[in-house]
């Protein structure tokens, strides 16, 4: 474990470093996805522009819920997400390489690529952070302070195993990675606004069965001090760490039983 | 002519090469449109009307706008930059054909490909699960003018940001900031009659609009007789300003054109 973070910083530092000599191109690309991920929360101010509630939820609770989302997806990521590039490495073969080597596959092709720019979301998501906190007042407690700070490692984990099992796709087919898309890009979305405005199918499919509700929803109530409407049991708002681990179990075990099954194509 | 038509058949062929990809980009925007129904839908639970568009509107909004996203192409077009990158563009320049009207025509076949088996497939899905607005015949055939002009439209930005990489080394910038441009004026994000009056005025005088808000606008009966007419004018006027830019930028980039390497 300690080794594999070694090996991880190891190879993350060199490509920052190498991203780093092309200093007006990474200024540009920095600000271009600054503002692409701004786009998404302008729609958020777009609907409080006509409506001062959505459902029950005002602009700055909203805000609140967008900016866990935003910012916990972002730092999945800077992390992983070039998992999206996974199919390219099944289908030239590359893949075969990190077979051969004596570390484990999942951490060789996480470390691969890291995606200095993406720092820019996360940026993004703080300053909605500070807008929704400015016009909230939490009534702050241990409880609710450690809820919040549980549900950040919490979401993180939600949605890189949504990334792992969506990659895990590409062993099978290598032209389909646009599935994975609607769960971790079409997942952070969702997870920006209060569950209570979707169908009840949408929440059991997309809110439990693949747990986005868990990312910042359950959480964001119990900090708010908001009921669900819905009826769910209140200690659904503690569940997100235990969630969480299961979600990286099964993606564990998912990507070892691909990977048990996969047959280069002898690229 | 034939040879346009030669070239467009290429355009579908490559895009229909990829069944799988074609399938699971159908159900990402499956995925989206119900996402933004609801949220849209939530908003109408305060309101009848937000900018002349009632719930029917907005969740028919929704579903057009998912199934012309692959359509117009919205997202990042990055084809002619790397040619230009790597040096491919010479050997494009050295032919007997314009490289606009190539690529011009390559994305008039993609086109209909997307708007047949990334558009429809969504549509329907959206069509069975909410009430959507119907078009009037007229309507429906002004749409199918509208959205083509909206390709072009589209084609001609594409091919106007791309270009840059004649004088930029790295264009990866150029593009993402060109990207967030239409997706945010063209009114994908969020229908442009939701937006305050002045920025909404804005985006209507922008070329962006006529991308995906205009043929929204169209099929809702939103604009009739004289407007329409207008509507579909402006579209072809931005479709030719931004061809025009497009060529001029071509122009003056292979009087000075250094390849290197490649």
Not at chain 2, 17 to 39: D, H, R, S
């Amino acid at each position: 474990m300690v080794d594999g973070i070694l090996v991880w910083r190891r190879l993350v530092g060199a490509q920052i470093r190498s991203q780093l000599q092309y200093r007006m191109s990474f200024a540009l690309d920095m600000t271009g996805t600054f503002w692409i991920s701004f786009i998404d929360f302008f729609v958020v101010l777009t609907i409080f522009h006509n409506v001062p509630r959505l459902g029950s939820w005002t602009v700055h609770e909203v805000a609140f819920l967008y900016a866990l989302s935003a910012i916990t997806f972002a730092v999945t990521d800077l992390l992983i997400g070039h998992l999206d590039q996974f199919p390219q490495k099944i289908r030239d073969g590359n893949f075969d390489i990190v077979l051969v080597r004596p570390r484990g596959t999942l951490l060789q092709i996480v470390a691969s690529d890291f995606a200095t720019r993406r720092v820019a979301r996360v940026l993004q998501g703080v300053i909605v952070l500070v807008y929704a906190l400015s016009g909230l007042h939490i009534h702050w407690t241990p409880a609710r302070e450690a809820v919040l700070l549980a549900s950040l490692p919490s979401a993180a984990v939600i949605f890189s195993s949504i990334w792992v099992v969506g990659a895990c796709i590409a062993f099978w087919t290598t032209d389909g990675g646009e599935f994975t898309n609607a769960f971790t890009y079409g997942g952070t979305t969702m997870a920006q606004y209060p569950f209570d405005i979707y169908s009840a199918w949408l929440r059991r499919f997309l809110g439990y069965f693949v747990p986005l509700a868990f990312v910042c929803y359950f959480p964001a109530l119990y900090v708010l001090g908001k009921p669900d409407l819905l009826g769910v049991p209140h200690f659904f708002d503690f569940l997100s760490p235990a969630v969480a681990l299961v979600a990286a179990c099964i993606a564990g075990s998912i990507w070892r039983f691909a990977v048990r099954h996969y047959r280069s194509a002898g690229g | 002519m034939r040879l346009d038509w030669e070239i467009a058949k290429r355009g579908w062929r490559r895009y229909a090469a990829y069944p799988w990809a074609t399938v699971a980009g159908a159900f990402t925007n499956t995925v989206f449109g119900f996402l933004q129904a609801y949220i849209l839908l939530a908003v109408y639970r305060h309101r009848a009307n937000v900018g002349g568009f009632d719930q029917a509107d907005a969740v028919t909004y929704v579903w057009l706008a998912q199934s012309m996203i692959m359509t117009v192409y919205i997202f990042s077009w990055w084809e002619l930059a790397w040619r230009i990158r790597d040096g491919s563009i010479a050997t494009d320049l050295a032919r007997p054909l314009d490289p606009q009207r190539y690529w011009l025509a390559f994305d008039l076949g993609r086109a209909p490909y997307h708007f047949l088996f990334r558009g429809l497939p969504p549509f329907v899905i959206g069509a069975l699960v909410f009430q959507l607005h119907w078009p009037s015949p007229l309507d429906a055939l002004a749409f199918v003018v509208s959205l083509t002009l909206a390709v072009v439209v589209s084609f001609g930005f594409r091919f106007l940001y791309n270009s840059a990489a004649f004088w930029l080394l790295d264009f990866r910038g150029i593009v993402t900031l060109s990207t967030t441009v239409v997706i945010f004026f063209s009114g994908m994000a969020i229908p442009i009659r939701y937006f305050p009056h002045a920025l909404r005025e804005l985006c209507y005088a922008l070329p962006f609009a006529a991308v995906i808000q205009t043929p929204v606008d169209v099929w809702l009966g939103k604009r009739s007789g004289l407007d329409l007419a207008g509507v579909l004018a402006l579209q072809v006027v931005w479709a030719l300003a931004l061809l025009g830019l497009g060529k001029l930028a071509l122009g003056r980039a292979t009087r000075k054109l250094v390849i290197q390497g490649g």
